[in-house]
């Protein structure tokens, strides 16, 4: 089956730095990754779906600077929460949606990434 | 803004019983469902996916679909402790675009 691994599964950081978060589809092709956060006890919000080889459409609220996506190859997409605040600890969680794939709900998920901003 | 709603739980079950989920959805041109079970610190795993009014059965899993009342539901028939999860419901909302409801937890008590 479609297999999705995201790096690191968690880490812990300091406030003002930056965090990479890869997110790998291991065995077939992502045409397009989302990446998703969630909060404790609600639901996944999505932030951004990404294109590989174009930028990455945000969702309303989030900001483009802060969280820089690219999606630079079929099976690769990165995350990076730049001059991370506390507020920005979650579960971050990618997901891909593979070439035979049409309808976006059936995506591949990644483990997530969990984020502690101190 | 579009919507997914679902009761938060705690929903708790016997062992053996029907688990049953519900959810309904604000945009009436939805035309794609999925239910997902997501375990505590886990990502969300696709359990079943529904296109058309009526019911889809899947194993144990049945959703059922009723787009005139926007309304999805997931039963689960024999529950067992292993079932214990959050449900999230998901909507097509347009493009590539999903909404996931917040979430239902269900404990099936041994």
């Known amino acids: 089956g479609a297999v999705v691994s995201q790096h690191p599964s968690w880490v812990i950081c300091k406030s003002g730095t930056s965090v990479k978060i890869e997110c790998r589809s291991l065995d077939f092709q992502a045409t397009t990754m989302f990446w998703y956060r969630q909060f404790p006890k609600q639901s996944l919000m999505l932030m951004a779906t990404s294109n590989e080889g174009s930028k990455a459409t945000y969702e309303q609220g989030v900001e483009k600077d802060k969280f820089l996506i690219n999606h630079a190859s079929l099976t690769l997409s990165t995350l990076t929460v730049t001059s991370a605040h506390p507020e920005d600890s979650s579960f971050y969680i990618c997901?891909?949606?593979?070439?035979?794939?049409?309808?976006?709900?059936?995506?591949?998920f990644g483990p997530g990434t969990r984020l502690t901003v101190t | 803004q579009k919507e997914v709603e679902q009761n938060s739980g705690p929903l708790s079950v016997p062992e053996g019983a029907i688990a049953s989920l519900n959810c309904t959805y604000s945009d009436r041109g939805s035309q794609s469902f999925f239910w997902y079970r997501q375990y505590s610190g886990k990502s969300p795993e696709l359990i079943m996916f529904?296109?058309?009014?009526g019911d889809k059965e899947d194993g144990r899993f049945t959703a059922q679909l009723n787009k005139a009342s926007q309304y999805v539901s997931l039963l689960i028939r024999d529950s067992q402790p292993s079932d214990s999860a959050t449900y999230l419901c998901a909507v097509n909302a347009g493009g590539f675009k999903t909404i996931f409801g917040a979430g239902t937890r269900l404990f099936v008590k041994a």
């Open positions: 529904i296109y058309s009014n």
């Open positions: 997901s891909a949606l593979g070439r035979e794939r049409t309808d976006p709900g059936e995506q591949y």
